[in-house]
């Protein structure tokens, strides 16, 4: 019993289950918790967080700050990155609230990644190099420290994506802004990116 045609799936799913299952292989009732091996923990640079196993390092280096780039090994679109810098804030509500935080570190969207006039060919404002729409906000403290966490949806002029859904979470420590932003395009998002790119983005800490 291993792979089985659609048809047998549902077979199986009506009439009974494989041994196997039976016995509690699938169901894991008898050995230890299965390990997640869709993700590895990488904790180093005073912060921490899961990143996809699939991804790779990348040397590039888009922002300033940034100590840390993965990704995805089919499509470098898919990525997560970590920059450090520094700050006279204490935390990060001293930006204001996560909208006007996100104002002063929009360059992470990508709005410099076009230059010149993109009147209405793709809906875009005239002049206006990339529109970005918050899909939601959201603050928390963890470990007593205060974190902003942002999903944006961007478009820009001279993407072939449909789009790009960035996650960012952020704080302040010792005068110094952490920021952890993973990104997906907007098709790969709803082909299963969204599990990699939520999780990274939300399990990054300061360690």
Request: charged fraction near 20%; proline fraction near 4%.
């Amino acid at each position: 019993i291993g792979s089985y045609s659609p048809h047998w799936c549902c077979f199986y799913f009506f009439q009974s289950f494989p041994a196997d299952a039976a016995y509690g292989e699938s169901a894991n009732v008898f050995g230890k918790p299965k390990k997640n091996t869709d993700f590895l923990p990488y904790n180093r640079d005073g912060f921490k967080l899961q990143i996809p196993s699939k991804w790779n390092p990348s040397k590039e280096v888009e922002y300033p700050g940034q100590v840390l780039r993965y990704e995805d090994n089919f499509d470098a679109t898919s990525n997560v990155v970590v920059t450090i810098t520094p700050t006279d804030n204490k935390s990060i509500t001293d930006y204001g609230s996560p909208q006007q935080f996100l104002s002063q570190v929009d360059y992470l969207l990508g709005k410099q990644a076009y230059f010149g006039k993109t009147d209405s060919e793709g809906g875009f404002e005239s002049d206006a190099v990339a529109t970005a729409n918050s899909l939601k906000t959201s603050s928390a403290t963890v470990g007593g420290k205060q974190y902003y966490y942002l999903s944006v949806l961007t478009r820009t002029a001279d993407g072939d994506e449909g789009g790009k859904h960035q996650l960012i979470r952020a704080t302040v420590n010792d005068g110094k802004l952490y920021i952890c932003k993973a990104q997906a395009g907007d098709k790969r998002w709803f082909k299963g990116a969204k599990k990699f790119v939520e999780n990274a983005a939300t399990s990054f800490t300061l360690a």
